[in-house]
Nanobody, 127 residues
Framework: QVQLVESGGGLVQAGNSLRLSCAASGGTFSRYGMGWFRQAPGKERETVAAISKSGGKLYYADSAKGRFTISRDNAKNTVYLQMNSLKPEDTAVYYC????????????????????WGQGTQVTVSS
């Protein structure tokens, strides 16, 4: 029902910035909470950030807090991840995902709760 396409990944030197975008189609974007996840080679997928349906509630992993900013533009059906002060340990494939949130939750932080996933975009940070 929902298709997600990430873009904006690439190779960047440590300390620099990158902005990832995730374009959604095929659903009502404003009904979904959105998340960014990443998976490095040989590592499990981890949650980076999440955002509520309206964009008013945010979650960041400790590793991202203070450096990364998640945002969304519901008029453009797009969610963003602004990544500043990048470190080599940020190197991973980054995925966006959409979750149909019901009940009293603002967002989900566990990947098992997400219903739709993009194909990912590679971010490589050199030292």
């Amino acid at each position: 029902q929902v298709q997600l396409v990430e873009s904006g990944g690439g190779l960047v030197q440590a300390g620099n910035s990158l902005r990832l975008s995730c374009a959604a189609s095929g659903g009502t974007f404003s009904r979904y909470g959105m998340g960014w996840f990443r998976q490095a080679p040989g590592k499990e997928r981890e949650t980076v950030a999440a955002i509520s349906k309206s964009g008013g509630k945010l979650y960041y992993a400790d590793s991202a807090k203070g450096r990364f900013t998640i945002s969304r533009d519901n008029a453009k059906n797009t969610v963003y991840l602004q990544m500043n002060s990048l470190k080599p340990e940020d190197t991973a494939v980054y995925y966006c995902a959409a979750a149909l949130i019901v009940g009293g939750s603002w967002y989900y932080t566990e990947d098992e709760n997400y219903d739709y996933w993009g194909q990912g975009t590679q971010v490589t940070v050199s030292s």
